[in-house]
Nanobody, 127 residues
Framework: QVQLVESGGGSVQTGGSLRLSCAAS????????MGWFRQAEGKEREGVAF???????SYSDIVKGRFTISKDTAKNTLYLQMSSLKPEDTGMYYC?????????????????????WGQGTQVTVSS
């Protein structure tokens, strides 16, 4: 089974950019659908972006146009490029892996859909 480790979090000011990475080991991400989620303090974990094994992507409305999900199968790494960051983007960001996750509709945002999670990386956006 694949294991996931996130990195790239940090503190930025409003309008800044960050690129998160999710390094996979134990299996190739080519076989997996992958997602990025975040959890703000005191709130539930929510789906941010999704990329399936065919590289089809989907985004939540709150990040669409600002965030870009991508993957490099040669490096076995998932990325989340975040720009025009806002204070409300602050939270712990997690990557997840699963199989058979549909890019259509909202099923990819359901947490129980995903089998494997990383430990998270903190993103803090100050005003």
């Amino acid at each position: 089974q694949v294991q996931l480790v996130e990195s790239g979090g940090g503190s930025v000011q409003t309008g800044g950019s960050l690129r998160l990475s999710c390094a996979a080991s134990g299996d190739s991400i080519s076989w997996y659908d992958m997602g990025w989620f975040r959890q703000a303090e005191g709130k539930e974990r929510e789906g941010v972006a999704f990329i399936d094994s065919d590289a089809t992507t989907s985004y939540s409305d709150i990040v669409k146009g600002r965030f870009t999900i991508s993957k490099d199968t040669a490096k076995n790494t998932l990325y989340l490029q975040m720009s025009s960051l806002k204070p409300e983007d602050t939270g712990m960001y997690y990557c997840a892996a699963g199989r058979g996750v549909s890019v259509y509709g909202c099923s990819w945002r359901v947490l129980s859909t995903w089998n494997v999670w990383g430990q998270g990386t903190q993103v803090t956006v100050s005003s």
